[in-house]
């Protein structure tokens, strides 16, 4: 017993010989070192977070009100979408000049600060690349499945891999069509944030012969379980063989949301495939093929994205410092 009645505890495994976590491709965190994703992880704690006290001092200590988001940052280094990287910070995984901080406000200059997250030291010289893949049936949108089944990774080229791209956002297994895949993390966030109102366009087919009033059904709204949901555009471009074929364009990112609307009013989907992403097209790129953007579609995209919605600062964040929009979207909700 010690002079304060407590019993004194074990000591402390010292932090070197825990392996620093780091996830899997498409996992909370993302891929943002070289280190081999698979590696066992330590199944004892980390580190626990600063104490208050603590955490304000190191706030203090590397905050300049002059700076950029820290999320805003690591998200524009690759490291994963912005609202991932809030998570990192709050779990305090992440180190400015050896100090973990806890607040997604703090503000840093980049080339006057060393950032770690994991323990892993991060380089903020990334050469960006935005590149689209059209997706066929049966691919799963991760980077690799522990499962064998086909996955995004088993198209790309070494280069294409090394540079670390992530999905934006998700089609489900059995939606083909255009995937936009990126290490820029402040693209992906904006393109599948709900605030940006970015339109995608679906070829759907559908069983049964659908009603000439179904497009302005659609355009009307429907309600679904989650709530009411309206698309932007709805065009009927024919039937055949008891299965009609419709295109669609909304820019609501949740789950399923496209096969959900055509289950509601009667007509299962046989097919799916994501044509467009605003005015960025599949066109006629062969399925299971990938493509660097040119520099016109990748202008496009930026443009798209580039004023920050009413209400929100151009970081996105709203006048009480919340991140504005459906938390399903920035999980990359399933079409």
């Keep these: 017993m010690t002079s304060s009645g407590k019993r004194p505890g074990a000591p402390r495994e010292p932090r070197a010989v ?4 780091t996830p899997r491709a498409g996992e909370s965190g993302g891929p943002f070192s070289d280190e081999n994703p698979q590696r066992l992880i330590s199944g004892r704690p980390r580190r626990d977070k600063p104490r208050l006290s603590e955490a304000e001092e190191n706030f203090t200590a590397v905050h300049d009100p002059a700076g950029v988001r820290l999320q805003k940052v690591l998200a524009q280094a690759g490291v994963a979408s912005r609202r991932v990287c809030e998570d990192l910070i709050a779990e305090g995984r992440v180190q400015l000049n050896g100090l973990v901080v806890v607040e997604p406000g703090v503000r840093v200059v980049p080339d006057r600060v060393t950032i770690h997250v994991d323990g892993v030291r991060l380089s903020l010289d990334v050469e960006h690349r935005y590149v689209m893949f059209n997706k066929p049936a049966g691919v799963v949108t991760t980077m690799d499945d522990p499962q064998g089944r086909r996955s995004i990774g088993d198209y790309l080229d070494p280069e ?176």
């Design 18 to 21: 825990r392996a620093p976590r």
């Design 160 to 335: 294409m891999i090394a540079a670390r791209l992530v999905h934006v956002g998700r089609l489900d297994r059995e939606t083909e069509g255009l995937l936009l895949l990126t290490n820029d993390g402040e693209l992906a966030h904006r393109l599948t944030h709900p605030s940006y109102e970015v339109p995608k366009t679906y070829l759907v087919e559908v069983s049964g012969r659908v009603p000439k009033s179904l497009s302005r059904t659609l355009m009307d709204g429907i309600t679904l379980e989650d709530g009411p949901i309206a698309v932007d555009s709805c065009r009927q471009l024919g039937s055949a063989q008891g299965r009609s074929m419709v295109e669609v364009t909304l820019h609501s990112g949740r789950n399923r949301i496209v096969r959900r609307i055509f289950d509601h009013v009667g007509h299962s989907v046989t097919r799916l495939v994501r044509t467009a992403i605003g005015a960025i097209t599949i066109g006629d790129q062969p399925q299971g093929t990938v493509r660097d953007l040119g520099k016109q579609e990748l202008g496009h995209l930026l443009d798209l994205t580039s004023a920050a919605p009413e209400g929100t600062s151009a970081d996105g964040i709203a006048p009480d410092g919340t991140t504005q929009g459906d938390d399903s979207t920035h999980r990359g909700g399933h079409r």
